[in-house]
């Protein structure tokens, strides 16, 4: 069924640089979500979006969602510790209202 | 409000045992879910319910059953647990299903030896 491919797996920064992790789907997409898993945590939701082209923000971070509805991003601009943990996203699947959720991007920020 | 929790925090078990794995949430939400997370692997749906007496399977339901008699709790059980079957285990829930936050417990770390 659908999935929604995510990448980079791992990304390693310097604090202060900036993240970019991408959400890819060979479909459309009715909506899609993320959500952010700190270490040894459970996973929190951040935020979802469900326009054509549609862009959020949340402080230093930006959400995207393509204008053909198969991708989305998370951008977080100059990083800090407190960003580390894995962000996934999650979009409805195979034609189910359920999301799928995808493998998830490990943020890991060095000092 | 508690939101959603989840007992026990960790376990160990026995290949061929069995166990449940309690999941309640306080929020009246109807929908809840059961999901796995293996190391890089993410969340993978077990079973979801969209209310009391109602429940169907996710991408990986082998191994595992479900039950609903309330709108609060949603056990998993695991019945002749597996090696396969080590993983953390989420359950979720939320209002409305599809496009609606999921509140997520803090999880069962669960090892079957």
């Known amino acids: 069924g659908q999935q929604v491919m995510q990448i980079p797996q791992y990304q390693h920064v310097q604090e202060g640089e900036d993240f970019t992790t991408y959400c890819n789907s060979s479909t459309t997409l009715s909506n899609i979500q993320w959500y952010k898993q700190r270490p040894g945590g459970h996973p929190v939701f951040l935020i979802q979006l469900v326009k054509s082209g549609e862009v959020k923000k949340q402080k230093r971070l930006t959400f995207q969602f393509g204008e053909a509805k198969k991708n989305s991003s998370l951008h977080i601009t100059a990083t800090q510790t407190t960003d580390v943990g894995t962000y996934f996203c999650?979009?409805?699947?195979?034609?189910?209202?359920?999301?799928?959720f995808g493998r998830g991007t490990s943020l890991i920020v060095h000092p | 409000n508690a939101g959603v929790t989840q007992t026990p925090k960790f376990r160990i078990l026995k290949i061929g045992q069995s166990m449940t794995l309690q999941c309640a949430q306080d929020?009246?939400?109807?929908?809840m879910y059961w999901y796995r997370q293996d190391p890089g692997m993410g969340l993978k749906l077990i079973y979801y319910?969209?209310?009391?007496?109602?429940?169907d399977k996710g991408e990986v339901p082998n191994g595992y059953n479900v039950s609903r008699s309330t709108t609060e709790d949603f056990p998993l059980r695991l019945e002749l647990a597996a090696p396969s079957q080590t993983s953390v285990y989420f359950c979720?829930?939320?209002?409305?299903?599809?496009?609606?936050?999921?509140?997520f417990g803090p999880g069962t770390r669960l090892t079957v030896l």
């Open positions: 999650a979009a409805p699947s195979g034609g189910s209202y359920i999301p799928t």
């Open positions: 929020m009246n939400h109807n929908y």
């Open positions: 979720a829930s939320s209002y409305y299903g599809g496009p609606d936050t999921q509140y």
């Open positions: 319910s969209v209310g009391a007496g109602i429940t």
